[in-house]
């Protein structure tokens, strides 16, 4: 993320849900490091449970969507074309990032935590970041750089119709995933080494 803003242009990278997951990420796991540390009890599951839906779906995404010649959204070319840094921050945000918190959620936080409801509150995330995305694009004039960051939200090709179906099977597959995790909460093992996890029964600092 660092590498894309001092490469790219700032706010142009800052418009990209990627980034703004990236971010998240970054905050949920300082802060969640800092309050095991200090004694304290983690970040409600509702936070930290959003956070891992949102990076997953941005390494799927790109992964089988943008990454994908046989996707209708194809991007592999451009993407091939990245070299240097670009190439480096490419991979860091959406295929070790997705890993990480994925193995975060396994290894350092107790099961059971994350509840039914949470799938549909989760969506607020992708909404607020839709209706950014949307209302940016319209203010900025035709041709500017990344005016619609993704090709699904691109109303210049596709329409306000056909990027509402797009959001609509988008937003549906969110939702499946977010119940996919916490379907996989609830049957997931603890962690082996119970005193060495973040989680509400041990909230006693890193060891």
Known sequence: ???????????????????????????????????????????????????????TV?????????????????????????TGARAVANQLLHTV??????????????????????????????ALYLAFALVRGALLSPGAPARYPYPFVDVAVHGYAGVLVNVLVLGTAFFLLGLAIVGLDRIRPAPPSPEYRISPERARGLK
Do not use: K, Y
Request: with cysteine.
């Open 97 to 126: 990032t997705p890993l990480g918190t994925a193995l975060d959620f396994l290894l350092l936080t107790a099961p059971g935590a994350l509840r039914w409801r949470h799938a549909a509150q989760w969506l607020a995330v992708p």
């Open 1 to 55: 993320m660092v590498i894309e803003c001092v490469v790219g242009d700032v706010l142009v990278v800052l418009s990209f849900f990627t980034v703004w997951t990236n971010m998240l990420v970054a905050l949920a796991l300082s802060w969640g490091a800092v309050r095991a540390w200090t004694r304290r009890p983690p970040l409600p599951a509702l936070w930290t449970g959003g956070v891992l839906l949102c990076i």
């Open 58 to 82: 941005v390494g799927l995404v790109f992964h089988l969507v943008l990454d994908n010649p046989a996707s209708s959204f194809d991007q592999a070319a451009e993407i091939a074309r990245l």
